[in-house]
């Protein structure tokens, strides 16, 4: 799916600060960061719709997500904890979050906290 | 309370089977149903989705779900699997009343040659 890129595609960080970024290609207005642990299914952390956050799950305040437009994603992580090793996928859909649409999803990161 | 419960964390079936992954929901009203697969080192994909009307709904590759209100339930089958079908499946409720979502476990399909 080259619809919804993420950069990078691996990132391996002691506690160190890094950005994870996200643009999608597909004109969608709202655009998702998910969380999925292994072998687990994917945890909501924050949906932008327009630029603007509306939904900000419990996440530590460590993740700072940022909106530049409605097609870039970014997600700051500050000193990063072994819990937060996991596959950071970004997502869009069209309209906004509604109940109705479907996701797409990016290939994801996958960051290794050392 | 909403939730999705997908029963089997895994399925092992031979290529050329039949194959029936098992979906069961809560939720007090008519929700928006999924399935997504999700191929190893990959992003979710649908597979298909249910909204309202005919309960039998196709999805891509040869798959196709049917809805049972009375159940409860979003069983996904597939007549005749693939080596390739092997990934893992989510069902996936998503709620009219507040647009939030919810994910079932997933059950992950090995297919034997």
């Known amino acids: 799916n080259t619809k919804i890129t993420q950069s990078p595609r691996y990132l391996i960080l002691g506690r160190a600060n890094k950005s994870l970024e996200c643009e999608q290609h597909?004109?969608?207005?709202?655009m998702y960061w998910y969380k999925q642990s292994a072998e687990k299914p994917p945890e909501l952390m924050f949906l932008?719709?327009?630029?603007?956050?509306?939904r900000n799950e419990t996440v530590p305040s460590r993740f700072i997500p940022e909106c530049p437009d409605s097609s870039k994603l970014l997600l700051h992580i500050s000193a990063v904890d072994p819990e937060d090793s996991a596959v950071y996928f970004c997502?869009?859909?069209?309209?906004?979050?509604?109940?109705?649409?479907?996701?797409?999803f990016g290939h994801g990161t996958k960051l290794s906290v050392l | 309370a909403q939730s999705v419960t997908q029963p089997d964390a895994r399925v092992t079936v031979s290529e050329g089977a039949s194959l029936q992954l098992r979906c069961k929901y809560s939720?007090?009203?008519?929700?928006?149903l999924f399935w997504y697969v999700q191929y190893p080192r990959q992003g979710l994909q649908l597979l298909l989705k249910y909204y309202s009307g005919d309960p039998v709904v196709q999805g891509v590759n040869g798959f196709e779900a049917e809805f049972s209100k009375s159940n409860s339930s979003f069983h996904l089958r597939k007549a005749s699997v693939h080596w390739s079908d092997s990934a893992v499946y989510f069902c996936v409720l998503s709620a009219r009343s507040n647009n939030r979502i919810f994910f079932g476990d997933g059950t992950q399909l090995v297919v034997k040659p």
């Open positions: 932008y719709n327009l630029k603007q956050l509306i």
């Open positions: 597909l004109g969608h207005n709202a």
């Open positions: 997502a869009s859909s069209p309209h906004g979050g509604l109940s109705n649409e479907r996701l797409f």
């Open positions: 939720y007090s009203g008519t929700p928006y």
